[in-house]
């Protein structure tokens, strides 16, 4: 039977990335077992059964066995981001305050190129992106609240009840958004309409802006709540049935989904507001980094994910990971506090081709996936991939992938790479080692992007490298951005790091309360406020069942000068207890400020002011964060074979260690490549790799030329 209090108790993790599906099983020891299969898209809750499968026999038990000794499962679903990206979610409709029908429909200024790469800005064809309505199906109603709070004009239910219905049954509706001028200062009406849309119509999946972003600016808190009535439906289907189907397995534990802020929220809480969950998966690599980084004292640290079908990058400076309040999906840009974490399109699967236009060699930004996958898959591909690359050069050896559960056709890769070798005009091992290269400058170029452009410098860094591809290329990648250490976290563990760290992170809740409080702050109408927020969200914690005396709550001031609205400056500052409240939070704002943007701004931008205030609910997970991987005793023997190496242009006799073949406190030299379970460890000529005694790897790359420079900007509250 189930239970959280013996040491044969597990924390299980689920990541369904676009190419494989990763598990985690850790202990109470803080030791760890991985899992990894090929992801279906068709049917995601078959990919989840089939990594507990995979993940039990690796165990030596059987799934019901497992989940029956499992006391936290926490989940990562790619469901909400699928819809969005593949325009596959519900039909929505609009009711909104009458008057403000079109806001969605006029967007923002840069609407048409909002998250788009920086050529697209000048295209002179643009196009805008597709509606995530029912064209047409707007409902606009008489009622009005002013900025106050104050109801102006009054809603008459009765009228409202029959136009729902009749607006309902004529778009044929799946969803309703609910979004009303200034309801996040009165959400009455709101309320009153979301009831009514329940009355009428009991199947119909309900988004309300008071529930889902109650927050100042129009046009966002209607993106978020559009998106999250869009991906509603499909995300709640979704996830009852793997609830169901998980307990119908013998999972008496409840069932957590990551969310993108960082955290994990109970399952009925996350099907209610569903948005949240769009591109959790990499939010739980960079809670996973979070974790293991701070426990090996790591401050600065680049995190990179190189799968199947993306690149992701987050960053953690000063020991803190790097937020964002503004997201974009698909061109359509709303408010959502998550962990910043940026995507291109650069995997193992990542498509190599001939540009149509330059006739130069192109690699993405489309993906083979999981089907057909690479062609060295044997599923029915035949376009080269980066993966294929991979086998033709040696970087990857056939027999050994996914600890040889699947062998790869190395004939079909260079099949492959071959055709597109002939119609560049080059050899074979140029054009594997140009794909391979190609994609480790796209991998560099957004982490520059990300550290250069915030005026971080990115040598100041540790890179960690984890996904299936990640420590395959990050000799490369690293090399381009000019970092020196490469941490491969956990050894094995860094191919599944997602799902560790969907399995580590906490249970995590946030609210902001809209309050606007001027400088200089009165103490007590600064505790008024903050009164309101405590009580929103512990009744927020109470309602996901947040166990009082474990809730740690974190206070935020969210700050800027007067009159920056349009300048969309949000500065969170943590909020000091303790006597002088106000003049320290004052401090600490104009310290801040000045870091990011410079001494001489806060001398000419005026009064400071509080906009809102947001309040973190967190439980920790309780599970070790020096998590060490569970790997079997005694390494295999050492090999040699010869690697074409991208670097070098040449081919090389290069050392093969079998798993874990050299002595923890060891290091081997490169040319070599260490194959784990799961991933290699390419260490390229002049690199070395050492273990260490929290079973990380660390990657030495050649020193790098470093001119002098200065302190950088980092652009996190301290």
């Known amino acids: 039977m189930y239970s959280a209090g013996t040491t044969d108790s597990y924390s299980i993790g689920i990541d369904i990335g676009g190419t494989f599906t990763d598990c985690v099983a850790m202990d109470s020891q803080g030791r760890s077992v991985t ?28 799934t019901a066995s497992l989940l029956a000794h499992t006391h936290r499962f926490s989940h990562g679903t790619t469901i909400g981001t699928n819809a969005v990206l593949e325009h596959r979610g519900a039909r929505v409709g609009l009711i909104t305050t009458a008057g403000h029908g079109d806001t969605l429909a006029m967007m923002r200024g840069r609407g048409r190129v909002a998250g788009r790469p920086v050529e697209d ?32 004009v009054a809603l008459d239910p009765a009228r409202v009840r029959d136009e729902l219905t009749r607006f309902i049954a004529h778009h044929e509706l799946d969803a309703v958004a609910v979004v009303l001028l200034w309801s996040f200062a009165n959400p009455v009406h709101e309320r009153c309409l979301t009831e009514l849309v329940a009355e009428v119509s009991p199947a119909t999946y309900i988004s309300s802006s008071v529930d889902v972003s109650p927050r100042l600016g129009e046009f966002e808190r209607m993106v978020a709540t559009v998106i999250n009535a869009y991906v509603g439906p499909v995300s709640h289907r979704y996830l009852g049935r793997l609830a169901d189907d998980l307990e119908d397995s013998g999972l008496a534990a409840p ?32 809670a996973g980094v979070r974790a293991l980084a701070g426990a090996a004292g790591h401050e600065q640290v680049i995190a990179t994910d190189m799968g199947g079908t993306s690149f992701d990058i987050g960053l953690i400076v000063q020991g803190i990971p790097v937020m964002a309040e503004e997201k974009v999906i698909d061109r359509h840009t709303y408010r959502m506090t998550h962990l910043d974490v940026r995507s291109v399109a650069c995997g193992g699967g990542t498509i190599a081709r001939k540009d149509a236009l330059t006739g130069a060699l192109g690699v993405g930004p489309d993906s083979a996936g999981s089907e057909p996958g690479p062609a060295c898959y044997g599923r029915g591909g035949t376009q ?26 190395p004939e079909l890769s260079r099949a492959a790479v071959g055709r597109l070798a002939e119609q560049l005009g080059m050899t074979l091992e140029e054009t594997a080692a140009g794909i391979v290269n190609v994609n480790n400058m796209h991998a560099a170029t957004l982490i520059r992007r990300q550290t250069v452009e915030r005026g971080l410098d990115p040598r100041d860094f540790r890179l960690y490298a984890y996904g299936g591809a990640g420590p395959v290329h990050a000799f490369g990648f690293a090399a381009e951005a000019g970092v020196r250490e490469v941490v491969v976290p956990l050894g094995n563990g860094a191919s599944t790091l997602s799902a560790y760290g969907i399995a580590v992170a906490d249970t995590l809740h946030c609210v902001e309360v809209e309050r606007t409080v001027k400088a200089p702050f009165d103490d007590n109408s600064l505790l008024d406020a903050l009164d309101e927020a405590l009580r929103s969200v512990r009744a927020a914690g109470e ?111 290069t050392d093969v260690y079998d798993r874990m073949a050299f002595h923890r406190a060891g290091y081997v030299d490169g040319p070599a490549l260490v194959e784990l379970a799961h991933t290699t460890v390419c260490v390229p000529p002049g690199a070395t790799l050492s273990t260490g005694p929290d079973g990380h790897l660390s990657l030495r790359l050649p020193e790098p030329s470093r001119p002098h420079h200065s302190t950088p900007n980092t652009g996190v509250a301290r």
């Not at 606009?140 to 106050?148: A, F, H, K």
């Not at 991979?390 to 050994?400: C, F, N, T």
């Open 35 to 62: 899992a990894k299969v090929l992801s279906t898209k068709e049917d995601p809750v078959q990919g989840v059964r089939t990594a507990l499968t995979r993940l039990a026999e690796t165990m030596g038990r059987d």
């Open 121 to 152: 800005v000048f295209r002179v064809h643009g196009t805008l992106p597709r509606p995530l309505i029912v064209p047409g199906a707007v409902l606009e109603v008489q009622e009005r609240v002013d900025r106050t709070g104050a109801v102006v």
């Open 255 to 286: 069932l957590l989904i990551m969310q993108a802020g960082g955290g994990v929220l109970p399952v009925v809480e996350a099907a209610a507001a569903p948005v949240g969950t769009i591109d959790s998966g990499p939010a739980g690599g960079l």
């Open 384 to 409: 080269p991939t980066v993966t294929d690359a991979d086998v033709v050069l040696g970087l990857i050896r056939p027999k050994i992938f996914l600890d040889g559960r699947m062998q790869l056709d």
């Open 543 to 653: 309602r996901v069942g947040m166990a009082t005396s474990a809730l740690r709550i974190d206070l935020y001031a969210l700050m800027r000068f007067e009159r920056q609205l349009a300048n969309r400056v949000e500065i969170p500052v943590p909020l000091p207890a303790g006597p002088e409240t106000g003049a320290l939070l004052l401090k600490r704002f104009t310290a801040e400020y000045a870091h990011r943007y410079g001494a001489g701004g806060t001398d000419v931008r005026g009064t400071a002011e509080i906009f809102a205030l947001r309040a973190e609910t967190r439980v920790p997970s309780g599970v070790p964060a020096e998590a060490q991987e569970s790997r079997p005793q005694g390494a295999g023997a050492t090999d040699t074979c010869e690697v074409y190496w991208p670097t070098d242009h040449q081919w090389l006799v």
